[in-house]
């Protein structure tokens, strides 16, 4: 069974800042990706990074990256200069290859609040 | 837009009624998959399919659940007999099996399911 860990309910960052949002996982999968997604109160959910098992270096996109530390089983995303409109619901979420099934195992989230 | 859509986007139904929600993925996209979402929650897994044939099923989703993907284009997702405890989100993602990806699941804007 797949597992995922994010301790923070919610976090208040002053704009600009960098902002870091925690992830554990725990998986006896040898192969897994781990996701982080956005959902705005509007409520879609829209993708942000991936970072596969075997991936040797740290995923980045823009902004965003995640830290990758696999041996502690922790897949952090930093945001860098946050922006009014970063604020949303965060999900760090993974995927184990199951009979092809690449279901999607979601944390509980963390609510990001970006003060002007 | 060729995104993932869903209909309709909000339901509201009193206790013991039936109700169908439609979602259309993206048209090249072979594998979609149902998700709940109960709120200050991430989204629970539901069911999958690849192509028409459903091939798993949670165990959060009842006998009064049933999925459907004929042709294996659109789906539909039928509740019968909603209880309040079906109030939710109800997410619909799609994606597609390549070597050069990673499976990212396209989300589309959910249906939100409220049972008075």
């Known amino acids: 069974a797949q597992k995922i860990t994010q301790t923070q309910p919610g976090m208040f960052v002053q704009e600009k800042e960098a902002v870091t949002l925690d992830c554990t996982y725990d998986?006896?999968?040898?192969?897994?990706?781990l996701f982080w997604y956005k959902q705005p109160s509007s409520g879609e959910m829209i993708f942000l990074i991936y970072q596969g098992s075997y991936d040797q270096q740290n995923a980045t996109e823009g902004r965003y990256s995640l830290n990758f530390q696999k041996a502690r089983k922790s897949a952090n995303l930093v945001i860098s200069a946050s922006q009014l409109g970063d604020s949303a619901m965060y999900f760090c979420a993974m995927w184990g290859t199951d009979f092809g099934n690449e279901k999607l195992t979601f944390g509980t989230g963390t609510r990001l609040t970006i003060i002007p | 837009d060729t995104g993932v859509s869903q209909d309709p986007r909000h339901k509201i139904t009193k206790r013991g009624q039936n109700v169908t929600f439609r979602c259309d993925p993206i048209?090249?996209?072979?594998?979609l998959y149902w998700y709940r979402q109960t709120l200050g929650q991430g989204p629970e897994f539901l069911t999958y399919f690849q192509n028409e044939a459903q091939l798993e099923k949670s165990r959060l989703l009842s006998d009064r659940f049933s999925a459907e993907r004929p042709k294996g284009s659109f789906s539909t997702l039928e509740i019968q007999r909603t209880e309040q405890g079906d109030s939710a989100m109800y997410l619909c993602?799609?994606?597609?099996?390549?070597?050069?990806?990673?499976?990212?699941?396209?989300f589309g804007p959910g249906t939100r399911l409220t049972v008075l």
């Open positions: 048209s090249e996209h072979n594998r």
């Open positions: 998986t006896s999968d040898p192969s897994y990706g």
């Open positions: 993602a799609s994606s597609s099996r390549s070597p050069s990806s990673y499976n990212e699941q396209f």
